[in-house]
């Protein structure tokens, strides 16, 4: 285990005895540098007691009380939240499950997304996407640390803006290399006829919009058949390895330390919009046809789950979910052929994460 920085404050605070008034001098002077938030106040208070200062303990401790009250609406909202996507995931997956023991869940018809494309056209594709997104991503990491003092683009705002920016970069080369391997291939000259498979070819088709309005219709479903699913493996992972350290999602960095309209559209654009339209492009729209190629379903569902799992940074803790997400994304492109479902489902799961980390920020 790590030390704890600051130990004198941590000792002062908490081990048997009392305190000076000098001891308590240094221990209020230290407390400050520690990253804690309200809890500051609940250290100052064991401070103060300890100190023989019980006035001014219950000063402290009642202006806490008076910070935290509004936040008692929020949390109530997050644990209701909770319970609701809970207990609805739950009859969800019930209804499902019995669909699909009783024969009833059967397969939209139509081809996977890209189907008049060769494997190595989609193999490419991919990899040439992940790779500059990846790049990207550890070219603005090196800029940003070498940048020297305050700059704007080591604001929030400067940060994700970039990043949508390498986003849109990796999809706009991955979607060149779809294209150009779409003009090898006649008659059809580019891929977007296959983008959506399933989806209208024209919004004045009546049938087609109750197509795209059924699968969006999935795609809520999907999610909330994942909840009660991410959940329990979120639970089991960190009830075998509970002492397992696990990096922070760079979004929920980014959300923690988002303050600014501005930096909320970034934010909302980047995350709830522009990473899941790109990830399910390229890994449920390019990856997995090339993968149900040479597997049947349930192996290309795993196998392109487990990719989906190993290239986020949340090892080992968020391995499991996310695992358990990308075999429900996989799943339902499967059944519906169609990415419309698998994105509505990715951007609620996005939205839902940025909402609740913006719930849990405390002044």
């Known amino acids: 285990a790590r030390p704890l920085p600051h130990p004198e404050v941590w000792r002062a605070a908490y081990a048997p005895g009392t305190l000076t008034p000098a001891e308590l001098s ?61 207990l609805l995931g739950m009859l969800v997956l019930g209804v499902l499950g019995g669909q699909a023991l009783l024969g009833q869940l059967r397969r939209a ?43 704007p683009l080591l604001s929030a705002a400067g940060q994700m803006l970039l990043l949508l920016m390498g986003q849109l970069a990796a999809a706009g080369a991955g979607w060149a290399l779809l294209t150009a391997g779409a003009r090898r291939r006649r008659p059809r000259p580019t891929p977007h006829a296959d983008l959506f498979s399933a989806a209208p070819s024209s919004t004045a088709d009546a049938a087609g919009l109750e197509r795209v309005a059924r699968n969006i219709a999935w795609g809520v479903l999907a999610y909330l058949a994942a909840v009660p699913l991410l959940l329990i493996s979120a639970a089991l992972l960190s009830r075998l390895l509970p002492n397992v350290p696990t990096p922070p999602n760079p979004a929920v960095n980014l959300a923690l330390s988002t303050r600014g309209p501005v930096e909320w559209v970034l934010l909302v654009a980047m995350v709830v919009v522009a990473a899941p339209v790109f990830e399910e492009l390229f890994f449920r729209g390019v990856l997995y046809p090339a993968l149900r190629r040479r597997w049947r379903a349930p192996f290309a569902i795993g196998a392109s789950a487990v990719l989906f799992a190993l290239v986020h940074p949340q090892l080992p803790l968020g391995f499991l979910p996310i695992l358990v997400l990308g075999s429900v994304l996989a799943g339902v492109l499967e059944l519906r052929r169609s990415l419309v479902p698998c994105t509505v489902a990715h951007m609620l799961n996005n939205g839902i994460a940025i909402l609740m980390v913006s719930l849990l920020r405390m002044p």
């Open 26 to 86: 240094t221990a209020l002077e230290a407390l400050p540098a520690l990253p804690l938030a309200w809890y500051s106040d609940l250290v100052r208070v064991q401070l103060y007691e300890k100190a023989g200062q019980p006035a001014r303990a219950r000063e402290v401790l009642d202006r806490l009380r008076e910070r935290l009250q509004p936040d008692l609406a929020r949390m109530t909202l997050l644990v209701s939240l909770v319970a609701a996507g809970l």
């Open 109 to 151: 018809e139509g081809a996977l997304p890209f189907s008049t494309l060769s494997t190595r056209t989609l193999v490419e594709a991919f990899i040439l996407w992940f790779f500059v997104l990846s790049a990207g991503s550890w070219g603005l990491r090196q800029i940003l640390g070498a940048l020297p003092g305050p700059r």
